[in-house]
């Protein structure tokens, strides 16, 4: 039997006994709450939620799970005024582990690659905290400044940091400066950030960190992913995503400048390197640009979030406007040896049935199934996926029942000691 929910088709099906370690936590976000769902052996949702926990802040829009230094599951939120962090049990249930307070509006959160350090980006400047040994996060200090955070890197107060993904010794950071950029920022050996003592509203100039490296005039850049060495954007202006590659250390091609100030040639040699288009590479011939893009598709909507099926050959996105999911099958670059897949296509390998009133917003995805916030459907939709990481079907093979007023915004996806109950 099927039915129709808000014009999308569902398939009722109803969810396997759960596995150890499967349950999806997603933000109710008008309910300043976290609902868990239980997981399927086959990856289906859970009608109902297993747990539900209050926010100690408003707002919850983002949740990301890492590990304490034993390998258990930690559950990170970042909440309009603060980030808190909640053991996760053996079963699934939540138990606080404290929370930051002062910080103002997070955007994104971001752990490095060992876990033992939490960025947050916003207006302003880049937050990191140095983690406890249970996954607990820094205390603030009693009395004096309210600063939670152990190191930082101070913006443009005008500026706002958005998407964060931090690699071994990089951190990069999506920014929406006119028009916009990937900013990229050296991490220390031990995860934390190279400055200390940041303001929201810092007028001292000479403060703010220039980025190691970055790539501006993207226009309206927010969701993008790092992958080996190509970095995938969304430019929203321009509707499209694009696909740069990255030198061996992980950073951009700056464009160099003589001692007059004029713009020169690459700062960092060949530019067949980077594999530019060819109408790009005869820009750069004329005028000296920054470096070109290696791939775009072409026009799309806007894109609230980007995730990388864990076979890594497949990008899925959340078109928001347009209420579906997007796959992106990468395909084989034959400029490089052994034609890698690692090349754009010009529009989705698939995307599944529209419904615009779903607004999906962030996405998680496993190798079974993608799942996805659904927004003003109040629900959480899973959609199978192949093998390779593109939707199996168009339409969700599960979803979780709607929970009244909720708007869920984010989701991921926990691995458990035991069964979840």
């Known amino acids: 039997m099927r039915s129709v929910i808000d014009g999308l088709f569902v398939a009722l099906l109803v969810a396997e006994p759960a596995l150890a370690g499967s349950i999806l936590y997603a933000t109710a976000a008008s309910q300043q709450r976290i609902d868990g769902f239980c997981l399927g052996a086959d990856g289906a949702l859970a009608a109902s939620p297993s747990v539900q ?152 100039a000479s403060k703010v960190k220039t980025p190691d490296s970055e790539r501006k005039r993207l226009q309206r850049p927010k969701a993008f992913l790092v992958v080996g060495d190509f970095v995938y954007v969304e430019e929203r202006a321009l509707r499209r995503l694009t696909a740069f590659r990255l030198q061996p250390d992980g950073t951009f091609c700056d464009r160099g400048k003589d001692a007059n100030g004029n713009v020169v040639a690459e700062s960092c040699g060949d530019i067949a390197y980077f594999l530019p288009t060819p109408a790009c590479a005869r820009r750069q011939a004329k005028k000296q640009r920054q470096q070109c893009a290696a791939s775009t598709t072409g026009r799309i909507l806007q894109y609230e979030g980007l995730v990388l099926h864990p076979g890594g050959d497949t990008l899925l996105g959340t078109e928001f406007f347009k209420g579906r999911v997007d796959a992106y099958r990468l395909k084989p670059e034959p400029r490089l040896a052994g034609a890698p897949m690692v090349r754009l296509p010009r529009g989705p390998t698939r995307f599944s049935e529209a419904n615009p009133v779903m607004t999906p917003v962030k996405l998680t995805a496993t190798e079974k199934a993608v799942y996805v916030a659904g927004g003003e459907l109040d629900r959480v939709i899973a959609l199978r996926l192949r093998a390779d990481g593109v939707l199996a079907d168009a339409t969700p093979f599960s979803r979780t029942d709607e929970q009244t007023d909720s708007f869920p915004n984010d989701v991921a996806v926990a691995t458990l000691l035991g069964s979840c109950q």
């Open 53 to 204: 926990v209050g926010t100690q802040g408003r707002l919850p829009r983002r949740v990301l799970v890492g590990k304490d230094v034993l390998g258990k599951p930690v559950l990170y939120v970042a909440e309009a005024d603060r980030i808190e962090a909640f053991k996760i049990g053996d079963h699934g249930g939540l138990s606080s582990l404290g929370d930051t307070r002062a910080v103002r509006n997070p955007q994104d959160l971001a752990l490095s690659p060992d876990g033992k350090t939490l960025y947050v980006t916003h207006q302003g400047f880049l937050e990191a905290f140095a983690l406890a040994a249970d996954g607990s996060l820094p205390t603030p200090p009693r009395g004096g400044s309210p600063d939670p955070f152990t190191s930082c890197i101070q913006g443009e107060p005008t500026n706002t940091f958005l998407d964060a993904q931090a690699t071994s010794g990089l951190l990069y950071v999506s920014a929406d400066d006119i028009p916009g950029r990937i900013a990229i920022y050296r991490l220390n050996p031990d995860g934390s950030l190279p400055q200390t003592g940041c303001r929201l509203n810092n007028t001292d």
